[in-house]
């Protein structure tokens, strides 16, 4: 692969950028995940299966990508949304005393991103391979979003 996806945020973001690479690799990658309000997410715990990481490397990205992460669809369930995602069965039962006031999960776009950044996991190498020639195909790599093309501003104004 030409590309360093764990090095440059602007080609991660380039490749989450683009909505036709993303709804293909989520269709062929069938990851699975759960259904919550309107969306497909996953848990820490699907991702450590998935990455063959540990808990403590998730964390580890999360506290040095968190922004990053956040803006491509980790958010953290709280209150009532958080009773609303056990009460939908993706959690322990809700009576059955769990200690659980915060659940973090991850948007598709999210765990692509991870995947991106990870160097430890054998399986994220392969993501990062299949999102690259996705994105070729749908397009993506000629012009890169975030970067400016002097010559499109020039002609725009």
């Known amino acids: 692969?030409?590309?360093?996806?764990?090095?440059?945020?602007?080609?991660?973001?380039n490749i989450l950028n683009n909505r036709y690479a993303l709804q293909q690799a989520e269709q062929r990658l069938d990851l699975g995940g759960?259904?919550?309000?309107?969306?497909?997410?996953?848990?820490?715990?699907?991702?450590?299966?998935?990455f063959e990481v540990t808990d403590r490397t998730i964390e580890r990205y999360l506290a040095s990508h968190g922004d990053e992460l956040k803006s491509n669809g980790y958010r953290l369930l709280r209150c009532v949304k958080l009773k609303r995602f056990k009460?939908?069965?993706?959690?322990?039962?809700?009576?059955?005393?769990?200690?659980?006031?915060?659940?973090?999960?991850?948007?598709?776009?999210?765990?692509?991103?991870l995947g991106m950044?990870?160097?430890?996991?054998?399986?994220?190498?392969?993501?990062?391979?299949?999102?690259?020639?996705?994105?070729?195909?749908?397009?993506?790599?000629?012009k890169f979003i975030n970067q400016r093309d002097e010559n499109y501003l020039v002609a725009a104004f």
Not at 87 to 113: C, M
Request: negative net charge; hydrophobic residues 45%; charged residues 25%.
């Open 1 to 13: 692969m030409a590309k360093d996806l764990t090095e440059s945020s602007n080609e991660r973001q």
């Open 34 to 50: 759960l259904s919550f309000e309107g969306e497909t997410v996953f848990i820490k715990a699907q991702l450590m299966a998935l």
């Open 87 to 113: 009460g939908l069965g993706h959690g322990t039962d809700i009576n059955d005393g769990t200690k659980t006031s915060v659940l973090g999960v991850f948007a598709f776009r999210a765990i692509l991103n």
């Open 117 to 142: 950044l990870l160097t430890e996991s054998d399986p994220a190498r392969l993501l990062d391979i299949v999102l690259d020639v996705m994105a070729e195909r749908a397009g993506g790599h000629t």
